[in-house]
């Protein structure tokens, strides 16, 4: 059975730091691993899709990297601002299974 | 007009009501999704359906039940509501593609639900 975590599970950082967020999975087996944000009461919403042939996708500020020897995945942001305050989740689909979710890791970002 | 739809955003009921939460979607999807979310335990699956006659149980799926009105609706049921579903519930679309590429999930806004 698929399991994914996250560390850490909350983060503060000063305003223009670079930080990372990683993310674990037990089945290195993975058809694409998602990274998502969630604001307070609101839903989901996708960042970046990394699929098994990649190693990396980038999206502005953000870059998301992937190991599947390794079993893990990390989130760059880089130069955070107060906007990237939130919740990020990562997600793993194993083909023909169904997407499994971590615990996410909160973020705060002081000003 | 958002892509994906959700009714009611909150919800307060008592123990033992039947309740329906009801999702809608434009995307034009064949995937559906009911996920629940507690605090620190991520996103548990519910139940999801691959088309309209295609509904399949989750991980969590004891207690809940659900309807595939149409390829654009697909409703969770609570048919006895007790404290412990008391979560953040979510319901999700995806473009799966059989020839290939990726699979993306797309997400309502949530419904509260605080069941007393």
């Known amino acids: 059975k698929q399991e994914v975590t996250q560390i850490p599970a909350a983060l503060s950082v000063p305003e223009g730091e670079n930080l990372v967020l990683n993310c674990s999975f037990t089945d290195s087996a993975i058809y694409n691993l998602q990274w998502f944000r969630q604001d307070p009461g609101k839903g989901l919403t996708s960042l970046l899709l990394i699929q098994s042939s990649q190693r990396e996708q980038t999206s502005g500020r953000l870059n998301a990297s992937l190991d599947k020897s390794s079993g893990r995945s990390t989130l760059y942001i880089a130069a955070s601002q107060p906007g990237d305050s939130a919740t990020y989740l990562c997600?793993?689909?194993?083909?023909?299974?169904?997407?499994?979710f971590g615990p996410g890791t909160r973020l705060s970002v002081l000003p | 007009d958002a892509d994906v739809t959700q009714t009611p955003r909150n919800r307060i009921t008592k123990t033992g009501k039947r309740i329906m939460l009801e999702c809608s979607q434009t995307?034009?999807?064949?995937?559906m999704y009911w996920y629940r979310q507690d605090p620190g335990l991520g996103l548990r699956l519910i139940y999801y359906s691959f088309d309209v006659k295609d509904i399949n149980k989750g991980e969590i799926s004891d207690g809940y039940s659900v309807s595939r009105q149409a390829q654009a609706k697909f409703s969770l049921s609570l048919e006895s509501a007790i404290p412990n579903q008391t979560a953040l519930y979510f319901c999700a679309t995806s473009d799966f593609r059989p020839a290939g590429g990726p699979e993306t999930q797309y997400f309502g806004p949530g419904t509260r639900l605080l069941v007393l």
């Open positions: 995307k034009g999807h064949d995937r």
């Open positions: 997600a793993v689909n194993n083909y023909g299974q169904n997407f499994v």
